[in-house]
């Protein structure tokens, strides 16, 4: 029997009592209980325990408690509620194992109803609590999936709208009807998964409230209904108990009454004259007394065995009831908690359920879908557009023939010379872009693969800027390609023996004349380039049409001659004037008739250049207007003659010192109008278009100047003026006619036309600064702007600074009224 739990028993045990008990303690063995056969009783029990053993219908032993008394245990399961296990000692002979048993409030606690029935009150009333949880749990599932509903519902709208737009294009060839692209079908999916789970959450807010929910608040109803009934019944038996000790004190009081009688009649006798009456009356009360006393006897062992009973039988009775009433209310919380976890993981593994039907669907989602999609309802005719042809202009007709005659050769050969000079450094750059390109399309994809960690849109924007880089520069050396087959296809490779120039692009600050057309490089035309080596020098504009006859690197006096001569062919193109007294000539013949009726200046001016290849002296604006010719048209006004710097010449002009002039020269500087200016400030003037000007101050680098017009002073923008160099009057020799002739200037006086001219609008005016102090900064190095928002610069310039280095390493100067940026490593304050 090592090991086993004996059950002795009159009566076998109910069968669904082995397999609790069994589980509880350990194997069981069922014994028969014969009490006859066992007359003596077991060490450390007592006859109460083997009466108990016979009052209930199963007994427990325990070996291991020698001499302890019994521990009273409830059976589960049992129906009647009074049935208990009577756990008692045998001796270690019978070698029974050890049974833990659990305690109970009747065995531990006796007399502490009160207090455990406060404890058992406070599990049941956390009851509502714990419903109320569910019941908000649910509004928050239905409030949920209301706005899953709303949500689903309104992108379901947005979707309808888009559509078309998204699955086919806004303007598609064919329309789809209700065919959607593959993107959009995955995300009416996934609209209606959400949906689903949507209802999935409605239904389990729902079943929280039906079977968690309202469960929980009936059994809370059942527990305290019954909660109160034990409380009811122990306060019957705590009233039955204070009965019965007032019953016994009734019964002492009778007693102690009976023997004050009794005294009372002993006395008696002894003084009462009736010896025998008096004794017999004492007798009978002697006996009455004996009788009370037993009757005091045995309420006080009623009493003490009620007591007894209340205390070991029937309070424990109630507080193991009040035990199995907790127990129970957790046994049912814990059912619910299960039926509540079971609704909650039914919901998330339908909605689990939904969201992998939903990753199926997208992954079959291929991104070439849509685009077989859009392609398949957007094919249509694509004609390519025509090549472009040459048109001819509605005021010069001509032929799609490109010139090929000795000045277009020279254009020609410096625009091919540039873009062969450029092919081969943008063929190699585009191969190099290229590259990098392909480079990152496999970078690209193998991010895509998965088997290189990088953020995808990142590699993406990369291409993206790489594929415009390359698209840049591709562009270019199409161009210089096909530049160069046009031009070779024309008149061959006239780069052969070509002696170019070594241009250099510079902004003069000193006005220079132009090797190439005469005009002055100054002012609005300060941009142009400088020969490294021979130091020719012309205006951006004349830059293509230089003839590449570069004699290669001259000393400083060989620079100066050749540029006397450079300057003495250019002046070539200026005619001087014949004996005529007014200094009239007529425009040459053209062999086409032009059109135009009316050309601006500085065009009718470049057309004469260009094509008639010469150009008359015009009179000085002092002098008279020269009056028509019969018979012919008036003749165009020509630019006025004017003297080069004094620096620049001035060796050159016989008899020009100072001491053998017969002529006075003028202290006062000229200048006109290139624009008209319209006063708008305190201390401006108002000047006419062409109008000469006097120069009282010069300009101090705020883009203003200071002159006088007729009887009024004033201030004029330096951009709208055009100032003369300080003639130089020669000896006088007695003839005009002898005086070399000048270069002239670009003055932007118009050519004579049967149109009035136009008034032109002048550049954007720099604001005065009146009395505020200026500071300037000077260039530490050439430097060529990059874009129209910077200025060029040559060493040692000079500028006013508007604003400083604000950070970005740019500050921003002005120069002849315009303000633009400069980096600023490359100057400092003056």
């Known amino acids: 029997m090592e090991g086993q739990l004996l059950l002795w028993s009159s009566r076998k045990p109910e069968a669904q009592q082995l397999p609790y008990l069994a589980r509880a303690t350990g194997p069981v063995r069922y014994v028969p209980y014969l009490p006859l056969a066992y007359p003596a009783y077991p060490a ?14 199963v007994l427990c032993v325990r070996s291991s408690l020698i001499g302890t008394g019994p521990t009273w245990l409830r059976t589960p399961g049992a129906s009647d509620l009074r049935a208990r296990h009577c756990l008692t000692t045998l001796p270690a002979k019978f070698g029974m194992a050890e049974v833990d048993v659990a305690p109970t409030l009747g065995a531990e606690l006796k007399d502490g109803f009160k207090p455990a029935n406060a404890w058992v009150a406070n599990g049941v009333a956390w009851l509502d609590d714990i419903q109320n949880f569910y019941r908000e749990r649910s509004v928050l599932e239905k409030e949920h999936s209301a706005r899953l509903n709303a949500l689903a519902k309104k992108y379901f709208e947005k979707k309808t709208k888009k559509s078309t737009g998204l699955s086919v294009g806004d303007t598609p060839t064919m329309t789809p009807g209700s065919l959607e692209s593959a ?8 609209l209606t998964t959400l949906e689903a789970r949507a209802d999935e959450h409605e239904r389990y807010g729902n079943e929280l409230i039906h079977k968690v929910a309202d469960p929980l608040k009936h059994y809370a109803a059942k527990f305290e209904e019954l909660r109160k009934r034990h409380a009811d019944y122990a306060a019957k038996l705590e009233g039955e108990r204070d009965a019965s000790y007032a019953d016994l004190r009734k019964v002492k009081t009778k007693y102690d009454t009976v023997c004050q009688e009794v005294e009372s009649k002993r006395k008696k006798s002894e003084s009462s004259f009736d010896k025998a009456k008096a004794q017999s009356n004492y007798q009978q009360q002697l006996h009455e007394m004996n009788n009370m006393k037993n009757t005091y006897l045995i309420a ?11 205390y070991h039988e029937f309070v424990p009775e109630v507080m193991d009831s009040l035990q199995d009433l907790s127990e129970f209310r957790t046994l049912k919380l814990n059912s619910i908690w299960t039926m509540a976890a079971s609704l909650e993981s039914t919901m998330l593994t339908q909605s689990n359920t939904l969201l992998e039907h939903l990753t199926q669907e997208i992954s079959r989602n291929q991104p070439h879908l849509d685009s077989m999609m859009y392609i398949r309802h957007n094919m249509g005719g694509f004609q390519e557009p025509p090549d472009k042809v040459f048109e001819p202009s509605p005021v010069w007709h001509d032929d799609d023939t490109m010139v090929t005659d000795e000045p277009a050769k020279v254009f020609l050969r410096n625009v091919l010379n540039k873009s062969k000079g450029q092919l081969g450094d943008l063929r190699r750059e585009v191969d190099k872009k290229r ?6 399309k496999r970078l690209k994809q193998r991010v895509r693969e998965g088997t290189e960690k990088k953020d995808e ?10 594929q415009e880089d390359l698209h840049q520069v591709d562009r270019k050396r199409l161009t210089a390609e096909v530049e160069t087959s046009t031009i070779m296809s024309a008149v061959g490779d006239v780069t052969l023996g070509a002696k170019n120039h070594n241009f250099k692009s510079q902004t003069f600050k000193i006005p220079t004349n132009c090797d190439l057309c005469g005009e002055r490089i100054w002012g609005l035309s300060a941009k142009g ?3 490294r080596d021979c130091g020719y020098t012309c205006h951006s504009k004349c830059e293509m049409k230089v003839p590449p006859e570069c004699p290669g690197e001259l000393s400083k006096e060989e620079r100066k001659k050749s540029k006397a001569d450079r300057q003495v062919a250019a002046g070539a193109l200026v005619q001087p004037a014949t004996a005529s007294p007014d200094h009239v000539t007529e425009l040459p013949d053209l062999t086409r008739s032009n059109t135009m009726n009316s050309l601006s200046s500085g065009y009718a ?25 019969p018979g012919s048209r008036p003749a165009a006004r020509k630019p006025r003659l004017m003297a080069p710097p004094p620096t620049s010449y001035i060796s050159e002009l016989p008899g020009s010192s100072v001491n053998g002039s017969s002529a006075v020269k003028s202290s006062e500087q000229k200048g006109k109008m290139i624009y008209g200016f319209d006063a708008g400030g305190e201390g401006e003037v108002s000047v006419g278009e062409g109008q000469e000007v006097t120069i009282l101050e010069p300009d101090d680098g705020s883009g203003w100047v200071k002159v006088r017009a007729g009887y009024n002073e004033g201030v004029v923008p330096g951009t709208y003026l055009e100032i003369f160099a300080a003639p130089i009057v020669p000896q006088d020799t007695g003839s005009s006619l002898n005086r070399p002739g000048s270069t002239y200037s670009n003055s932007g006086s118009s050519i004579g036309t049967a149109a009035p001219a136009v008034k032109k609008k002048g550049p954007a005016v720099a604001p005065r600064r009146g009395a505020k102090k200026l500071r300037y900064v000077v260039a530490l190095y050439d430097y060529t702007a990059q874009s129209e928002t910077e200025h060029t610069m040559a060493e040692g310039e000079r500028f006013v600074l508007i604003k400083e280095d604000p950070g970005d390493g740019w500050v921003e100067v002005e120069k002849g009224g315009s303000t633009r940026s400069v980096p600023a490593s490359y100057v400092q304050v003056a």
């Open 435 to 440: 590259r990098e390109v392909e480079s990152v």
């Open 457 to 466: 849109v990142l590699v993406v924007t990369h291409l993206f800027a790489l």
């Open 529 to 531: 380039f400088d020969c």
């Open 605 to 629: 001016a470049s057309a004469h250049r260009s094509i008639s290849g010469q150009m008359t002296a015009n009179p000085r604006p002092s002098e008279e207007a020269t009056p028509e010719l």
């Open 44 to 57: 450390g029990s007592s006859r109460k325990t083997w009466g108990l053993a016979q009052r209930y219908p």
């Open 300 to 310: 006080i062992n009623v009493t003490n065995k009620q007591k007894e009973k209340y």
């Open 183 to 190: 993107s959009l079908t995955i995300w009416n999916t996934h």
